[in-house]
């Protein structure tokens, strides 16, 4: 029982009936002295007639002498609460009272009391419209009193009311729960537990109004009409709370979505705030008008709609930082967090919206896993985590109005913030401010500020000519201020004429080429060593770069590079995003590349590109070690060496965290492996492999494979099949992960194709369709050709990959003869390469379509072989193998040993938050539920792991919703059946999976 607070006797009926003093349990004897007692606590302190007693215990079926059994049971219970009373009879709660007895103790410490009390708050909060959190709160602590099922095992009319009273205050209670959750729209299992008890208690209109919502809410609307179809005949008469759901979902009635919740006050257990503003600048100097009209307009936030303010200018006029500002001085308004993205839209190449937002979900707690690849479903579920609360977002350097639109919230509390240098005019709802240059005193007392003002008291003249060389533009400002700073010698005369010397050299006449003049001034006085690291930085396009990386392109140790950046960011010439990294103003990087280009040969500009390239893939192969205890075959597929160490990771999470965070870095590193035929493509196209390794989410699947797109026009290019047979394989292996199966498998033969020509004679096994497990013929015959030359094996292990994928595309299709063939040809190579773990996976597919094929011990063997391999691989892969191993064992007749494993399977990778094989192990278990004709069980497995599905497969998504068609139809629920399985021939057909859509087909032809 839950602590109710008291120190003397507390009770517990929510449950087997029970008593403590203190935390020790009191022994309260027979079932008929337990009884008594459940009487006496049901008076709350009443007095209860002995006649009462006898008929509450023992109904018509009363002892020969019911007074003295009373008494009795009275004198037992006394000397049960011995412990509490001690010697002293004043404090004995059992007393007798003329031909009665009462039990007096406070209501606070006995459960059923404390039930009745929080049922009633909850009932008085939600008559006040108080918000639904507070509600829901006071009903889970309500809950959480319970122990099982009340008065369990208790004889007499008494007990059995009392439990019958008290499950229907619980289901009502739970129905109220489930719709505040409804209302709020914050729970993803929200449909499978509705689901559970709508089926364990039909007929309750409430229960059914919730599944309906919770179904509509998930996007299955005709499934959400199907259930009311399905239970209307059940409904209590009069009932009309379902009808009219049913109407509005049919008008699709925009209140019924989470989205309507965005007024209450959000629960904030699961929320994770994000702080990512930058650091203010502590000189900021002016800006008093345009500041105080932003924070004017961004406090009008929890209005009607949410507030967009624009800020547009030329470039170097000051607007991030400003807007930095302006946000930092009101983000107290905003305790959700604030987000802020620079989405670089004066860059070659800026970030897709897409990439931004996978970014701000994972800042909200979003589990990567379970970010949708598509940018229109990662702003849906953008602004659904945003529904309800108050978070400040900051969009810096937006291109158009196009850039900017996926990135607002839906949440009236929230607020926007852009910066762009051009005017968004197409932003609706948007209120517009131009920044222009600084007014002269402005960038006067700028300047003065981060000279000192008895140096610019000193020179009056030069300060204000200073200032207008600078075209009054506070980047410009900011950076020769800086140089003045750093240098106590300098006259701010002799800047003056070192602008007006720049200015001549480069007929400078509008306002960026006035910023040039300042960058040059800065860095013509720059040492040769800080120049050199100012150019080299420039060369990759990435936003920033951390201090590892930026060392092994400078070539120069980590201490050593710090101190160059950290001169350079006092300079002003770099900017410190956060801790260890660095990043340009556009404007600066433009500047750097100019001098790149003009002082540092092609040579030396190859030499940086692959230095870092080289360190990038060395740090990868170790998260990769780290992440995932890689095979060392697996680290290499085309064997190529790197020269430095790379960074070492303590844990797999680090290790992850690294290389989501340097994924632009490495897609630099490999766009200028692309653009330099000096450069080799082998190892830019290893880089891309351990990112897909290492980052195995599908934020980054689509991008992976865009990389891989171009290493292979590249590497097509220049004649390099090593390289293109990786890029084919990647690109088709990630596509595969999207559901692109015909992209995919088209990708791969390719693939297949180059890694067989570059080999120059068959793979040893690949005409055999024979068994990969050990000892069979096939096995020896690869075992014979293992002194290939170097080239060969590395051309196999692209090949094996290539199978395996290939292989797992023809099962999707239900080719299971050919995926067999393909997975164990993997298999056989993997095991030639002597990679366990690859070798597993492969077992893993071959022993499923081996199956298919009808082929059931060999199937069996080669799945528990692969588990096997698979276990000492870390804890993900031993997952991976005992599902594989239960897919068989489903197959091979032994369901149940085959749901052990399943479940197993399915919690470890809960645990292991891979949400992908969390929602294929959860559907295995609800198929061999089905199979065995335990519906409900079937039903509750698959609406547990469907949300994840929806997110992370769309095959799977199918599958389940083909299972819960099957299971529904198992309870005489055809209309709801009929919706799952349209909704699933949906999802086939759009995948081209065209046998499991005539499956489907089937099985609603036989519901007509």
Known sequence: MADMGGSGLRFGLLGPLRAWYGERELELGRPQQRAVLAVLLG??????????????????????????????????????????????PQRMPLVRVGDGYALRVPEAEVDAAVWDALLAEAGRLRDADAPPQEVREVL???????AGEPLAGLPGPHAESVRARLAEQRISAKETQLELDAELGDRTDLTAEA???????????????????????????????????????????????????????????????????????????????PEQLPSGLPDFTGRAEEAEALLDRLATAGGRAVVVSALDGMGGVGKTTLAVHVARRIRGRFPDGQLFADLRGADRTPPDPGTVLAGFLRALGVAPAEIPPDTRERSALYRSALAGRRVLVVLDNAATPGHVEPLLPGSAGCAVLITSRHRLAGLSGAHQLRLDVLPPEQALELLTRIVGAERAAAEPGAAEEIVRACGLLPL???????????????????????????HRLAELSDGERTVEASFALSYHRLDAELARAFRLLALPDAPDIPLPCAAALLDRPEAGTAELLETLVDLNLLHSPRFGRYGFHDLVRAYARGRLAAEDGAAERTAAADRLTDFCLATARNADRAARKADPVELSLLGVPVHRPGRAFADGSEAVRWMREQAEVHAAAIALSCADPDLPLDRAAELADRMGAVLSERTQTTVIADLAEQLAREAAERGDHGALALARYLRGANLWHVNRYAESEAEIRRAVELCSSAAGSPVPGSSAAGSPVPGSSVAGSAAAGSGAAPSAAQTERVLAKALLTLGGNARIHGRYAEAAEHAGRAAQLFRRLGAERSEGSALGEFAFSCAQTGRLTEARAAAERGALLMSGSGPVSAATGRYYLARVLRLCGDPETALAHAAGARAEFATLQVTVFEAAAGD??????????????????????????????????????RTLGTALTGLGRPRQARACLADGLEVYGRLGLDEDAAQVRELLAALE
């Open 476 to 502: 410009a400002v900011r950076i020769v201020a800086s140089r003045l700073a750093a240098d106590p010698s300098l006259t701010l005369a002799a800047l003056a004429e070192g602008l007006r010397q720049e």
């Open 43 to 88: 008076a709350a302190g009443r007095t209860v007639a002995t006649a009462v007693l006898v008929e509450g215990v023992w109904g018509g079926a009363a002892p020969a002498d019911p007074r003295k059994a009373v008494q009795v049971a009275v004198s037992r219970l006394r000397v049960a609460f011995r412990p509490y009373t001690g010697d002293d």
């Open 140 to 146: 889970r602590g309500a809950r959480r009193l319970w």
């Open 195 to 273: 689901a559970a008890l709508a089926l364990e208690h039909p007929g309750r209109a409430r229960l059914t109004a919730v599944l309906m919502r919770a179904l509509y809410q998930a996007g299955r609307k005709t499934e959400a009409l199907a259930v009311y179809e399905d239970a209307r005949a059940s409904l209590p008469p009069g009932e009309h709370g379902p009808a009219a759901l049913q109407l509005r979902i049919l008008r699709e009635d925009a209140t019924l979505l989470p989205a309507a919740a965005a007024t209450a006050e959000p629960a904030a257990e699961s929320w994770q705030a």
């Open 924 to 961: 295995l278990a609800a198929r061999i539920h089905a199979e065995a004709g335990r519906w409900l069980l079937a039903v509750d497995a698959a609406e547990a792991v469907l949300p994840l599905a929806r997110r992370t497969s769309a095959a799977l998504e199918a599958a389940l919703l």
